[in-house]
């Protein structure tokens, strides 16, 4: 894909060396974080050094998606986009910390439970869905309530 194929995929997006990588890999449901050569930690969002060590060796790196709710709030209003509904408490919006990484977190929603049955701590795993007139990204979907994933998400 050209560089120009790539920005008429996301109008009105801002694309330029640093994220370029991530909307690529989000065109093939892939999720590609910046992680730095030099000392190993991910970041996200994309930045043109490492915020850990100020390497400019950088290297888009797959993650896998799964992790846990570390914030959970509800959008009870907004402008109408395909895919969001603000009824019945709310449009979720959440930020998962990912396996990979302690702080690295990614916003989303989470589709197949009600907003208000989320919970800080709660597994979940990326979920792609292809939603007309909606740019390609990963939303999530729980595995395991915190309160059978005890241990492994709130509190780390
Ligand atoms: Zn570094």
């Known amino acids: 894909m050209t560089d120009e194929e790539l920005l008429d995929a996301f109008p009105g997006v801002r694309i330029d060396a640093d994220n ?74 959440v930020a998962v910390e990912l396996d990979e990484q302690p702080g690295l977190r990614l916003a989303g929603t989470v589709v197949g439970t009600p907003t208000a049955g989320i919970r800080v701590g709660d597994r979940v795993r990326a979920l792609w869905r292809d939603i007309p007139g909606r740019l390609p990204r990963a939303d999530f979907e729980i595995v395991a309530g915190a309160d059978t994933a005890a241990g492994e998400g709130a509190g780390r």
């Open 20 to 93: 370029a990588a991530w909307h690529r890999g989000l065109l093939d449901h892939r999720l590609l974080v910046n992680r730095c050569d030099d000392c190993g930690r991910w970041h996200q969002p994309p930045r043109p050094l490492c915020p850990a060590c100020w390497s400019r060796s950088i290297t888009p790196t797959e993650v896998a998606g799964d992790g846990f709710v570390a914030l959970v709030t509800a959008l009870r209003q907004g402008a109408p986009q395909p895919g969001v509904d603000y009824a019945d408490g709310g449009h979720a919006l």
